[in-house]
T-cell receptor
């Protein structure tokens, strides 16, 4: 199994809603990542979990709250988002400390905030 | 200065052409680089990774790093319409967290 599975694929939410994005991998990877990608831009790092501990938070607003319940799962909890938060949210996984080992990305959740 | 800068494109070539995609990087200490391909509405997929200097070949794809000029290139031989996508170069940091920092991406269209 060499996949990173993200759900849902599409999400439309209002600015007062609370929703969660989910990511799952069964490749035994111990690092998991959230990236945000706006149209025609490269992915930008949001959060890194290494061995289930948050190791990097790239100054992301608190309306985004990550959670790593176990080594296979990664969630991103969303609350009080703004329309400018509309983007493709990508989850990825990799092996820590192995630099010649690429990330595996999911297909993303396309989020629209109305 | 951005860590990785990429020729913006877009690039349009006829089928069968050799494609050259290029990036530069800012810090000579960077050692590990990757090329990702991203189709529309999909996540990036890893094409190739390279370390330091030299060439790496995989089928129709060749990745090249020139450490002296801090230049990264991806060559695609015998390009196909199915190669039409956005290509992203990236550097990967050291340490346990291993961050990927992407270039801006080059959109490639291969015309049949």
């Amino acid at each position: 199994d060499t996949e990173v599975t993200q759900t849902p694929k599409h999400l439309v939410m209002g600015m007062t809603n609370k929703k969660s994005l989910k990511c799952e991998q069964h490749m035994g990877h111990r690092a998991m990542y959230w990236y945000k990608q706006k149209a025609k831009k490269p992915p930008e790092l949001m959060f890194v979990y290494s061995y289930e501990k948050l190791s990097i938070n790239e100054s992301v607003p608190s309306r985004f709250s990550p959670e790593c319940p176990n080594s296979s799962l990664l969630n991103l909890h969303l609350h009080a988002l703004q329309p400018e938060d509309s983007a493709l949210y990508l989850c990825a996984s990799s092996q820590p400390r192995e630099r010649n080992y690429g990330y595996t990305f999911g297909s993303g959740t396309r989020l629209t905030v109305v | 200065q951005k860590e990785v800068e990429q020729d913006p494109g877009p690039l349009s070539v006829p089928e069968g052409a050799i494609v050259s995609l290029n990036c530069t990087y800012s810090n000579s200490a960077f050692q590990y680089f990757m090329w990702y391909r991203q189709y529309s509405r999909k996540g990036p997929e890893l094409l190739m990774y390279t370390y330091s200097s030299g060439n790496k070949e995989d089928g129709r794809f060749t990745a090249q790093v020139d450490k002296s000029s801090k230049y990264i290139s991806l060559f695609i031989r015998d390009s196909q319409p199915s190669d039409s996508a956005t290509y992203l170069c990236a550097r990967i940091s050291s340490g346990s967290a291993r961050q990927l920092t992407f270039g801006s991406g080059t959109q490639l269209t291969v015309l049949p």
